[in-house]
């Protein structure tokens, strides 16, 4: 089955580095996904990688997916206090019917402190 | 302004009534996605539908209802039937049908009491 894991909880002090990992099962996985959501907000769109790539950087964040291991990272360079929110990894799966729907994990909160 | 659009932002409702919560989007997007979100929670998908007058379940589509008469609107009808609705709703839409980007709306918060 669909299956994606993430840590609940990263606190990181004000311009350090965030890593923020993930794993998933799907090795039919064609996208993964970064989502950012602030409190009480919808989901932003931050980035997401083919499968056939292992890294893509768009500014501040870079992307790491090691298809082997079906492991997906976020790196968030020179992390600042708006940064705090919970970040979702997600895959999207085609289902038997031809649907593509997304599979998300649970989140992982990122606290960034002053 | 492009973007979605969810209304309203809280909504209170008592057990037994059916509500219909409100969807838009302007993007011209195709396909358009509705989730459920709990406390601690990832989402979860409810229904989808990639294009006008078609929609299919998602995998929690028990006690929900949609409809797709145009392409800029989808609304979710959560109704008695479904045992646990208090929760955050999510709208989505992607330009294609793949949903390869799927982008969101800002959510309504219901709760039944």
């Known amino acids: 089955g669909e299956d994606v894991e993430q840590s609940l909880f990263l606190s990181v002090r004000e311009g350090d580095s965030s890593v923020i990992n993930c794993t998933y099962t799907?090795?039919?996985?064609?996208?993964l996904y970064w989502y950012k959501q602030e409190p009480g907000a919808g989901l932003q769109l931050l980035t997401y990688?083919?499968?056939?790539?292992d890294m893509k950087q768009d500014q501040r964040l870079t992307v790491l997916l090691n298809k082997k291991d079906k492991h997906l990272s976020l790196r968030i360079a020179d992390t600042q206090t708006g940064d705090s929110a919970i970040y979702f990894c997600?895959?999207?799966?085609?289902?038997?019917?031809?649907?593509?729907?997304?599979?998300f994990g649970s989140g992982t909160r990122l606290q960034v402190q002053p | 302004d492009g973007g979605i659009t969810q209304s309203p932002k809280y909504l209170f409702r008592k057990e037994g009534q059916n509500v219909t919560l409100s969807c838009e989007q302007n993007?011209?997007?195709?396909?358009m996605y509705w989730y459920r979100q709990d406390p601690g929670q990832g989402l979860r998908l409810i229904y989808y539908s990639q294009i006008v007058n078609d929609f299919q379940k998602g995998d929690i589509a028990e006690g929900y209802s949609v409809s797709r008469e145009k392409k800029e609107s989808f609304p979710l009808t959560v109704t008695s039937a479904q045992k646990n609705p208090t929760a955050f709703y999510l709208c989505a839409s992607s330009l294609t049908r793949q949903g390869t980007e799927q982008y969101f709306g800002p959510g309504t918060r219901l709760t039944v009491t």
């Open positions: 990688i083919f499968s056939n790539m």
């Open positions: 799907d090795s039919s996985s064609t996208y």
């Open positions: 993007l011209n997007h195709d396909a």
């Open positions: 997600a895959e999207i799966t085609q289902g038997n019917t031809g649907r593509r729907a997304l599979t």
